[in-house]
């Protein structure tokens, strides 16, 4: 069996730690990043032939390309996954513009900042696939959560508009 080399944003604690935990067992490659690289420091520890740990902030420009520049110069990504995320609950009208900003630039233009820095790579291959971690708040707006259901429905437009058929492999993105 083939093993696959992952790209997990918000691999520090959740899904994101899980998963790195879970692949780097069944020998995959991880790549797993997070604010702060010392929460994922002990994978690296446990796996050092198939983890790396990378500083990411998904809202910084240059963090993404830098992150994205390691991953792919250690070999080519075969998997994404948007993991990184933040919550808020609140009444539209009560959230500050700050947390707003907050909350939409870590689910949703972090998640799109990964997805058009690493899909020109898998393009470019043929092959490869994203995975954006949503939530039933994509599909349904529940009171007090306007601003994190915006960024959910707002991964899942973006993700079905983006969706790419490969010519050679027949896999999908």
């Avoid at 998963?19 to 010392?38: C, H, I, S, W």
């Avoid at 250690?74 to 994404?80: F, T």
Wanted: hydrophobic share 45%; glycine share 12%; aromatic share 4%.
């Amino acid at each position: 069996m083939t093993s696959l080399r992952w790209l997990i944003t918000g691999a520090s604690a959740g899904f994101g730690r899980t998963f790195a935990e879970v692949l780097l067992a069944k020998g995959d490659q991880v790549v797993a990043t997070a604010r702060n690289p010392d929460s994922v420091a002990d994978l690296v520890e446990k796996y050092p032939e198939t983890a790396q740990a990378l500083r990411l902030d998904v809202t910084d420009p240059a963090q993404v390309r830098d992150a994205v520049a390691a991953a792919t110069a250690a070999g080519p990504v075969d998997v994404l996954v948007n993991n990184a995320g933040h919550g808020l609950l609140g009444a539209l009208e009560e959230l500050s513009d700050a947390d707003i900003q907050e909350v939409l630039g870590v689910n949703l233009l972090g998640a799109l900042a990964m997805t058009r820095a690493v899909l020109p790579h898998m393009r470019e291959r043929g092959t490869g696939h994203i995975v954006q971690m949503s939530s039933v708040g994509g599909v349904v707006g529940n009171p007090g959560h306007a601003i994190y259901a915006t960024t959910k429905f707002g991964l899942e437009g973006a993700s079905e508009a983006s969706r790419v058929r490969w010519r050679r492999s027949g896999s999908g993105c």
